[in-house]
């Protein structure tokens, strides 16, 4: 299996710009959860879908961030319009849930912004 | 709200010497806790993932113990080598959430030759 893919790898925009990250989960995989990393605020969950439905949207910083999960293969999360304070590392994880039983997260590569 | 806290922040030992990693977290209703490595510029790879049911969890050189009840984690890796030099990180799922993790902030471990 190729893991979880993301694309890109790094986007360099200036501030204003729309951005789109995208992602695509291991095959069979039912959960997507994108995180977002800085030195001064860590790991932090944005958003999670659970068979393609977003399940929890309350670290979504604000309503210039959106994230989309359009099918089982494919996830974007677009931020516009883009502000310095949005550079960092961003993530895409998923995991298998089968009723109860919550699986492994797996993390893509991650996309470095770097928003100018 | 659960709080993960991992301390030290950083740790520094000799090749050879066991290393000893500690995560705690504020609410013991958890579904399952996750160890992960972060080498720089990389993702997260996952280590161990135990049970809420278990108490511990091995890997080869990884042993990783669970204490709900003191909302304890510990992650031991004997015999350190170079390339156990990363971060590494807990992450906790609570029994009222769907699989997010709430994650600590990470111990960055240097193993020097």
């Known amino acids: 299996d190729a893991g979880v893919i993301q694309s890109p790898r790094h986007e360099v925009t200036e501030m204003g710009q729309e951005v789109t990250l995208r992602c695509k989960p291991i095959?069979?995989?039912?959960?997507l959860f994108w995180y977002r990393q800085t030195m001064m605020r860590g790991l932090e969950l944005l958003i999670y879908?659970?068979?393609?439905?977003?399940?929890?949207d309350s670290g979504m910083p604000e309503d210039r961030f959106s994230a989309k999960m359009p099918n089982a293969s494919f996830s974007t999360l677009k931020i516009q319009p883009s502000e310095p304070r949005d550079s960092a590392v961003y993530f895409c994880?998923?995991?298998?849930?089968?009723?109860?039983?919550?699986?492994?997260?797996?993390f893509g590569p991650g996309t470095r912004l770097t928003v100018l | 709200k659960q709080e993960v806290t991992q301390i030290p922040a950083a740790l520094s030992v000799p090749e050879g010497e066991n290393l000893v990693l500690n995560c705690s977290f504020t609410?013991?209703?958890?579904?399952?806790l996750q160890w992960f490595r972060q080498d720089p510029g990389k993702g997260l790879t996952s280590l161990l993932l135990?049970?809420?049911?278990?108490r511990e969890q091995t890997s080869g050189r990884l042993n990783a113990s669970l204490d709900k009840s003191s909302g304890r984690s510990t992650l031991y890796i004997a015999a350190s080598q170079p390339g156990d030099s990363a971060t590494y990180l807990c992450?906790?799922?609570?029994?009222?959430?769907?699989?997010?993790?709430?994650f600590g902030a990470g111990t960055q471990v240097v193993v020097t030759p």
């Open positions: 994880a998923s995991s298998l849930r089968q009723g109860a039983v919550r699986d492994t997260q797996y």
């Open positions: 095959s069979g995989h039912n959960s």
């Open positions: 879908f659970n068979n393609n439905v977003p399940i929890d």
């Open positions: 609410d013991s209703a958890i579904y399952n």
């Open positions: 135990i049970q809420s049911s278990q």
């Open positions: 992450a906790v799922s609570s029994t009222d959430s769907w699989g997010k993790f709430q």
